[in-house]
């Protein structure tokens, strides 16, 4: 008779603050629900299951039968319910309060829904920080589950120390930490149930040593159950292979023990201590990373995996999540507005009002575009557009006593250079004057909308994947015939949504945002323009700004922004300033930005000058969605096209799926170029191109002499009229 030891299963299901719902849907088609089937169907086995607040909104209106189902599994404890933070967000990345608040909120939710207090909680990516154990355990939990990875980094021994929990703490509060076996992880649902009973059969035979009963914890994605590519089929449907599993569970019951995470705390007494570092899975380490090294890392984890080394690879980790906030300019700005926000809610008088702006501001830290790997993140528009929406509505509720303009000059994004801030309603905007002086965010508050939420075209390390098939001709598109696995380039083949992805590998050189500026040779055409692949001969796109002026007096405001630089023509450096005011007016949707263009040089000069925008249109791949009319004509136009047009005066964008319309006004009719900022990045599907927004570049040419000036105005205006079709 072998020692009896215990399995504990456990299943985190999530969907992201603005998922679409048909993807939800699916989800729980394909995952969640044929899970609580095959609990139901096998009643002795225990597992724990966790579901995101945002997940849960979703079900309580479209699938209150399978919540009742779940009651009734969790009333026979054969379901533990695990909390966390209600809207799955990075609890080291948020302060305190919200930590506490966002878990605090989940255990109610799972009070009132199912009747119980949650013991434990699922930690997004399973991002740990030493910290983080004292605002768990004011929260009122006892545990957490985190990977074997963070254990291995300071030395614990997979084979040897990790079947059991450990108790670490913060300033003297003790938290449970339970390590997920990677085997487990990577062999369920993948490896074949006798291969997994027989490799737990040999756990059961190690000798104890009096340690109490051996756990093997396995906790992963309810998604893989169902959601990925084929795995639906293969788990629920002709594969059986849950239903092999749950039955080869029950058959071998009598030394195989199914238990809950809060089952074995309870009974069963920890192994010992452990502080674990600030980390998280192995594959976040490699994606936190910059991309070469983060390139570099995986192809060095390839080789010692192949060479069987697990003894090294433990000890490469890669970066951490905080990286990502250097990584990406758009991920640390969302970051820091959510913190400037949380300080005004939590600065707010108690009471109802108080309350709705927390719901708002939490749901804003939703964890899905604050990083980016192995599918969607930040390049995901619908999230990034809801996390925003979020914010400002949030924003919104905690100033709503406020009626005048506000402007405050600070270092917001924390790079040690001043932002400006402007604050009041219909209109926010937020300057980076050392990012070329631009306008980076414009929010419409009335419409809890940031019309500037686009994304800079950065390299990752996975299209050196894309590259290397498009060489070899081992990309598999959707028509593509299977290659052979007998084939040699089988193992190298890449899948893609579509053909010539390779071609729109395009990385730009500065941040995009609005209100840059341009000095273009002659010489430049649109598509250098488009492909971030010409020659620049000003000095301003990239470089600091000087803040003139900051004033605002609550009836208006005004912002001017200066740079003394210089245009190259040949080999001869010119000096030129460029000098731009932006004028906002209390209660009014519509800004103007004001050009001066001053020659300080000696000689006459012939300039190509542009003014570069952009919009951010949730869905603006879609003309369905989104469309350009230009001069007051009533023809729409799609947003995803290159495009090149003369004596432009006037042009709207607009949006139908949030009923915006953004027109832009020229004191002088330009040439005016279009494109759109597309990334390629890679899912489960393969690679995919994503619309990201669209650059308009208002283009003049000039003659200016010496001493002269040149000037023109740019007129933003937001209203709710989206023209449909």
């Not at 084979?159 to 929990?165: E, M, N």
């Not at 997994?196 to 059961?204: D, I, K, P, S, T």
């Not at 080869?248 to 238990?259: G, H, P």
């Not at 060479?307 to 250097?326: C, H, K, S, T, Y």
Request: proline share 5%; charged share 20%.
């Amino acid at each position: 008779m072998t020692e009896p030891i215990y399995l504990s299963l456990v299943f985190h299901n999530h969907q992201p603050v603005g998922q679409f719902s048909y993807v939800t849907e699916h989800s729980t088609h394909v995952s969640y629900l044929p899970l609580i089937e095959a609990l139901e169907h096998h009643p002795k086995v225990r597992v724990a299951l966790h579901y995101s607040g945002s997940l849960l909104e979703w079900l309580k209106h479209n699938q209150r039968e399978m919540l009742e189902r779940l009651r009734a599994l969790v009333a026979a404890e054969q379901v533990e319910l695990l909390s966390g933070g209600y809207y799955e967000p990075i609890l080291a990345a948020i302060p305190d309060e919200d930590k506490i608040g966002q878990i605090e909120k989940l255990n109610d939710e799972l009070e009132t829904l199912f009747s119980v207090s949650p013991s434990g909680m699922w930690l997004t990516e399973r991002i740990w920080e030493p910290h983080l154990a004292k605002p768990i355990v004011q929260a009122g939990l006892r545990y957490v589950i985190l990977d074997d990875t963070h254990f291995e980094a300071v030395g614990f021994n997979a084979a040897r120390d990790l079947f059991g929990y450990y108790i670490t703490e913060e300033q003297g509060y003790a938290l449970a930490v339970f390590p997920s076996l990677r085997y487990l992880r990577y062999a369920i649902p993948w490896q074949p149930v006798e291969s997994v009973l027989e490799w737990l059969r040999e756990q059961a035979l190690q000798p104890s040593a009096a340690q109490p009963p051996r756990l093997m914890l396995m906790a992963d994605n309810g998604e893989k159950f169902g959601t990925y590519a084929g795995a639906y089929e293969y788990c629920w449907g002709e594969g059986r292979y849950m239903e092999d599993l749950f039955t080869a569970l029950e058959m071998n019951a009598e030394w195989l023990k199914t238990t809950t995470p809060s089952q074995y705390l309870s009974r069963f007494p920890p192994l010992g201590r452990a502080y674990l570092p600030a980390i998280s899975y192995m594959e976040m380490g490699v994606w936190s990373l910059f991309t070469d090294d983060g390139q570099q890392l995986g192809e060095l984890r390839q080789r010692l995996e192949r060479e069987r080394r697990a003894d090294q690879l433990r000890f490469l980790r890669g970066g951490i999540w905080r990286n990502f906030l250097v990584k990406y300019d758009e991920v640390n700005h969302l970051h820091k507005r959510v913190l400037m926000v949380s300080r005004k809610v939590h600065a707010m008088r108690r009471g109802r009002k108080r309350e709705r702006a927390l719901e708002r501001l939490w749901a804003a830290q939703g964890n899905d575009p604050y990083w980016h790997g192995f599918s969607g993140g930040v390049y995901l528009f619908n999230l990034r557009a809801a996390n925003y929406a979020n914010l400002i509505a949030a924003e919104e509720i905690a100033e709503s006593e406020e009626t005048a303009l506000r402007l405050q000059t600070f270092d917001l994004d924390q790079d040690g250079h001043n932002d400006i801030v402007l604050l009041g309603t219909p209109l926010s905007a937020v300057w980076s004057p050392v990012h070329g002086g631009g306008m980076i965010e414009l929010d419409f508050r009335p419409g809890a909308y940031n019309l500037y939420n686009v994304m800079t075209r950065r390299k990752e390390s996975y299209h050196a994947r894309l590259r290397q098939a498009a060489a070899e001709g081992t990309i598999l598109l959707p028509t593509s015939p299977m290659p052979l696995e007998s084939e040699p380039p089988y193992s190298r083949a890449v899948r893609a949504k579509e053909a010539g992805l390779e071609q729109r590998l395009i990385y730009d050189w500065h941040r995009r945002c609005a209100f840059l500026d341009h000095f273009l040779s002659a010489s430049t055409t649109l598509d250098e323009f488009y492909r971030a692949q010409y020659a620049e001969q000003g000095d301003f796109v990239n470089q600091p700004y000087e803040i003139v002026e900051a004033h605002c007096n609550g009836e208006q405001a005004h912002i001017t922004l200066q740079r003394a630089g210089h245009v190259w023509l040949g080999d001869v450096q010119h000096p030129i300033t460029v000098r731009k005011t932006f004028q906002f007016f209390q209660g009014e949707s519509a800004f103007q930005a004001h050009y001066v263009l001053s020659q300080r040089g000696k000689q006459p000069l012939e300039l190509r000058f542009g003014i570069e925008t952009v919009v951010g249109f949730e869905g603006g791949q879609d003309i369905a969605n989104s469309a350009l009319r230009l001069n007051g004509e009533s023809e729409r136009l799609p947003l995803r096209a290159l495009r090149e047009l003369e004596s432009i005066a006037h042009y709207s964008v607009d949006t139908v799926l949030h009923n915006l319309t953004l027109l832009t006004t020229l004191s002088r009719p330009s040439f005016l170029w279009q494109f759109p900022l597309e990334t390629v990045t890679l899912s489960e599907e393969g690679f995919e191109r994503g619309y990201q927004g669209t650059v308009f570049l208002h283009l003049w040419r000039l003659q200016l002499e010496p001493n002269e000036r040149w000037e023109v105005t740019l007129t933003q205006s937001v209203s709710q009229t989206a023209t449909r079709l």
